[in-house]
């Protein structure tokens, strides 16, 4: 074997032009966009065709449009979820069980267990899953700040956890009992159930509350003392700490913000869209938030733009492959490519590789 | 107590605790080439779904077993070879791009999978390999069909640990891939390419796991379902972290993991079993993996240099 190989390095780049810092990213879609035309053309389809269905089945009707926005509405809660705790260099891989411990607690208080009347009920619910969401992070933060256990590896294991406790829970104390043997929850009361944003528009509010948390968590960052905190430590915790930030407690705090608004996730699709808790609530909402959240570069206000993005790929090639012989799972496939192509695009727009 | 006691006792049990840990051997030894080397890959569960995938379609497409081995082999190295360039010339985040090569493997696997077989509903079979048991040694009680009596893969995944640990320890090449993950400063004051070595040991380790993932199709079953990784390759990283990132002790993990779940599955069997939801046998496994981390947080020996990008001339 080669060990000593080609000798290449980075090169910082001082001042990156406009052009290196546009000019790569905008390579990067383009990339992806060819190899989208080539998934397409290997699966025997007019590639042109294909992409035209995507985009007309994402954003081709006003039908089409709230789909996407409706399915942008949990990835938008995940994806800030991901970029708060990211930002911090939390790990925080299980957006997927925080949001279904949101979901249980919305199930748990909103159907009938407390009767309120709506804009009571709500908030209550909203404080209840967040704080649940948060619990369930609460505990691999705790073991990463007190004894440097990894949290990689505790909240992906954690996601396997959750979603058996549920499928318990559904079988069992929270089984349906009119629900004909399915393993499903009662249903909401009507005051539990976020309405509409506007009569006759199938978009519900949950849509309007992640684009409140989105401009909340953008001021926190930007604007609060902990936003600060959780940059530096993001950035360089050892010179955090030697700078005063209290970086275990800035850790702690993160991680609670970022399960809570994992959770939100879970309750605005079982308040706002299903009215009932199922195991296929999320087709993995928690892991693409992290696509999402990279995308958009951990910006808590491109994650609603980055959101919709990913969303619309999503409606479009569900859409498109009805009418085309083409796998829904190329939207999956271009989200990976997008993701990889994206990160080396924004390393690559303050470093070259040289020689020597 | 004595339901426990029988199951315990039978040889059964302890040859499907041997047959679980199989995949997990190879795909944890996969990992822990790569973190000795300085890198973690969290493509692990990725590269084992893409790996149980190619393995078995090689197979069914009419090329050999062992053939098929080559293919899994083939495709985990390559998935090894994005996950390395991206990672260490380029020294991008080994979280971002792990999950990244984990979210590609598996969608390129199922969109594969859709072109290849559009219209079946229950996926086809092939004919696995079959065990080979090994003369007189079979016969002996307990260990013989634990240990004698499985397939050759399974004797490959033993042979493995014995290979990575001789390669690390007792080969110049090993002492490179060491000094790659503790100090790469030191290995470029050799005059050798931490690059080349940190990409190959990725390469060589993703091919593992593939072996691991073509082991669950090719070996265990007879078959490839979506889901039937299973977050095993998540396991296997908490697996190299409870064996100190030490392949006999990782062995070992890996041994005494696969017992519990065994021991999960005949249990629910058992008049208790029928009492208690069977979610709780099934969460187990999890559960153990992260009391196992958290046990083995203080003495753990992690590579010094484990997701440290490394630039030279860069201090």
């Given at each position: 074997m080669a060990m000593t190989g080609p000798a290449m390095r980075l090169e910082r780049i001082i001042a990156p032009s406009w052009s290196r810092r546009l000019g790569?990213?905008?390579?990067?879609?383009?990339?992806?966009?060819?190899?989208?035309?080539?998934?397409?053309w290997l699966a025997g389809a007019a590639p042109l065709t294909v992409l035209?269905?995507?985009?007309?089945?994402?954003?081709?009707?006003?039908?089409?449009?709230l789909e996407t926005l409706n399915r942008a509405t949990p990835l938008i809660f995940t994806g800030l979820a991901v970029a708060v705790a990211f930002r911090a260099r939390l790990w925080n891989i299980g957006a997927e069980a925080q949001l279904y411990a949101g979901a249980v607690v919305t199930v748990l208080l909103g159907t009938g267990a407390i009767v309120l009347p709506a804009p009571l009920l709500l908030p209550l619910i909203?404080?209840?899953?967040?704080?649940?969401?948060?619990?369930?992070?609460?505990?691999?933060?705790?073991?990463?700040?007190?004894?440097?256990?990894?949290?990689?590896?505790?909240?992906?294991?954690?996601?396997?956890?959750?979603?058996?406790?549920?499928?318990?829970l559904l079988e069992g104390p929270m089984k349906d009992p009119m629900g004909m043997g399915w393993p499903k929850s009662e249903r909401l009361v009507d005051a539990a159930r976020l309405p509409r944003i506007a009569e006759g528009l199938r978009l519900h509010w949950g849509f309007g509350l992640a684009l409140i948390c989105a401009a909340i968590v953008w001021?926190?960052?930007?604007?609060?003392?902990?936003?600060?905190?959780?940059?530096?430590?993001?950035?360089?915790?050892?010179?955090?700490?030697?700078?005063?930030?209290?970086?275990?407690?800035?850790?702690?705090?993160?991680?609670?913000?970022?399960?809570g608004?994992?959770?939100?996730?879970?309750?605005?699709?079982?308040?706002?869209?299903?009215?009932?808790?199922?195991?296929?609530?999320?087709?993995?909402?928690?892991?693409?938030?992290?696509?999402?959240?990279?995308?958009?570069?951990?910006?808590?206000?491109?994650?609603?733009?980055?959101?919709?993005?990913?969303?619309?790929?999503?409606?479009?090639?569900?859409?498109?492959?009805?009418?085309?012989?083409?796998?829904?799972y190329i939207a999956d496939l271009l989200l990976a490519v997008a993701l990889l192509l994206m990160v080396l695009a924004i390393k690559m727009t303050g470093f070259r590789l040289v020689r020597g | 107590m004595e339901a426990l006691l029988d199951i315990l006792l039978a040889g059964s049990f302890w040859a499907a605790a041997v047959r679980i840990a199989s995949p997990l051997i190879f795909a944890t030894m996969g990992e822990l080439i790569c973190e000795r080397a300085g890198v973690l890959n969290l493509g692990i569960e990725g590269i084992m779904v893409a790996g149980a995938f190619a393995g078995w379609m090689a197979v069914y497409s009419g090329l050999g077993l062992w053939p098929g081995v080559a293919v899994a082999l083939g495709v985990g190295m390559a998935f090894g070879l994005i996950h390395g360039v991206l990672t260490v010339p380029f020294g991008l985040s080994q979280h971002v791009v792990g999950?990244?090569?984990?979210?590609?493997?598996?969608?390129?696997?199922?969109?594969?999978?859709?072109?290849?077989?559009?219209?079946?509903?229950?996926?086809?079979?092939?004919?696995?390999?079959?065990?080979?048991?090994?003369?007189?040694?079979?016969?002996?009680?307990?260990?013989?069909?634990?240990?004698?009596?499985?397939?050759?893969?399974?004797?490959?995944?033993?042979?493995?640990?014995?290979?990575?640990s001789l390669i690390l320890y007792r080969t110049p090449l090993g002492l490179a891939v060491r000094a790659a993950g503790e100090n790469p400063g030191a290995v470029e004051a050799q005059g050798l390419s931490v690059t080349a070595i940190r990409i190959g040991a990725v390469m060589a380790g993703s091919g593992l796991m593939a072996v691991g993932g073509a082991f669950l199709t090719m070996s265990a079953f007879d078959s490839f379902f979506f889901e039937m990784v299973n977050g095993r390759g998540w396991i296997c990283i908490a697996l190299v972290v409870f064996g100190a990132w030490k392949p006999g002790k990782a062995l070992l993990g890996a041994l005494l993991f696969a017992g519990f779940d065994a021991l999960q599955i005949r249990l629910q069997q058992t008049p208790l079993g029928a009492d208690l939801p069977y979610q709780l046998f099934l969460a187990l496994p999890y559960v153990l993996s992260i009391l196992a981390l958290v046990a083995m947080s203080r003495r753990a020996q992690v590579p010094a240099a484990l997701m440290v990008p490394f630039n030279r001339g860069e201090r």
């Amino acid at each position: 074997m080669a060990m000593t190989g080609p000798a290449m390095r980075l090169e910082r780049i001082i001042a990156p032009s406009w052009s290196r810092r546009l000019g790569l990213p905008a390579l990067a879609l383009v990339a992806t966009v060819a190899i989208a035309a080539w998934l397409a053309w290997l699966a025997g389809a007019a590639p042109l065709t294909v992409l035209g269905l995507i985009v007309d089945g994402a954003a081709g009707s006003k039908f089409a449009l709230l789909e996407t926005l409706n399915r942008a509405t949990p990835l938008i809660f995940t994806g800030l979820a991901v970029a708060v705790a990211f930002r911090a260099r939390l790990w925080n891989i299980g957006a997927e069980a925080q949001l279904y411990a949101g979901a249980v607690v919305t199930v748990l208080l909103g159907t009938g267990a407390i009767v309120l009347p709506a804009p009571l009920l709500l908030p209550l619910i909203v404080g209840a899953a967040m704080l649940a969401g948060a619990a369930l992070l609460l505990g691999p933060a705790l073991l990463k700040t007190r004894l440097g256990v990894d949290e990689v590896v505790t909240t992906l294991l954690l996601n396997f956890i959750f979603l058996l406790f549920v499928s318990y829970l559904l079988e069992g104390p929270m089984k349906d009992p009119m629900g004909m043997g399915w393993p499903k929850s009662e249903r909401l009361v009507d005051a539990a159930r976020l309405p509409r944003i506007a009569e006759g528009l199938r978009l519900h509010w949950g849509f309007g509350l992640a684009l409140i948390c989105a401009a909340i968590v953008w001021v926190i960052q930007a604007r609060t003392t902990l936003g600060y905190e959780i940059r530096a430590v993001g950035l360089n915790a050892r010179a955090a700490r030697f700078a005063g930030v209290p970086v275990n407690a800035v850790i702690l705090k993160t991680a609670f913000l970022s399960g809570g608004l994992a959770a939100l996730a879970g309750f605005s699709e079982v308040a706002g869209l299903k009215g009932a808790l199922t195991l296929d609530l999320s087709p993995g909402f928690g892991y693409t938030g992290i696509v999402v959240a990279m995308l958009a570069l951990l910006h808590p206000l491109a994650v609603v733009v980055s959101a919709i993005f990913v969303a619309g790929i999503f409606v479009g090639a569900d859409s498109m492959s009805r009418a085309a012989d083409v796998p829904t799972y190329i939207a999956d496939l271009l989200l990976a490519v997008a993701l990889l192509l994206m990160v080396l695009a924004i390393k690559m727009t303050g470093f070259r590789l040289v020689r020597g | 107590m004595e339901a426990l006691l029988d199951i315990l006792l039978a040889g059964s049990f302890w040859a499907a605790a041997v047959r679980i840990a199989s995949p997990l051997i190879f795909a944890t030894m996969g990992e822990l080439i790569c973190e000795r080397a300085g890198v973690l890959n969290l493509g692990i569960e990725g590269i084992m779904v893409a790996g149980a995938f190619a393995g078995w379609m090689a197979v069914y497409s009419g090329l050999g077993l062992w053939p098929g081995v080559a293919v899994a082999l083939g495709v985990g190295m390559a998935f090894g070879l994005i996950h390395g360039v991206l990672t260490v010339p380029f020294g991008l985040s080994q979280h971002v791009v792990g999950l990244g090569v984990t979210l590609l493997a598996t969608a390129a696997t199922y969109y594969t999978y859709r072109l290849a077989l559009p219209e079946v509903t229950a996926p086809p079979r092939i004919a696995p390999l079959a065990p080979l048991p090994i003369p007189i040694l079979s016969d002996l009680p307990l260990i013989g069909p634990a240990l004698f009596a499985q397939t050759p893969l399974t004797y490959l995944a033993f042979g493995c640990v014995l290979a990575v640990s001789l390669i690390l320890y007792r080969t110049p090449l090993g002492l490179a891939v060491r000094a790659a993950g503790e100090n790469p400063g030191a290995v470029e004051a050799q005059g050798l390419s931490v690059t080349a070595i940190r990409i190959g040991a990725v390469m060589a380790g993703s091919g593992l796991m593939a072996v691991g993932g073509a082991f669950l199709t090719m070996s265990a079953f007879d078959s490839f379902f979506f889901e039937m990784v299973n977050g095993r390759g998540w396991i296997c990283i908490a697996l190299v972290v409870f064996g100190a990132w030490k392949p006999g002790k990782a062995l070992l993990g890996a041994l005494l993991f696969a017992g519990f779940d065994a021991l999960q599955i005949r249990l629910q069997q058992t008049p208790l079993g029928a009492d208690l939801p069977y979610q709780l046998f099934l969460a187990l496994p999890y559960v153990l993996s992260i009391l196992a981390l958290v046990a083995m947080s203080r003495r753990a020996q992690v590579p010094a240099a484990l997701m440290v990008p490394f630039n030279r001339g860069e201090r």
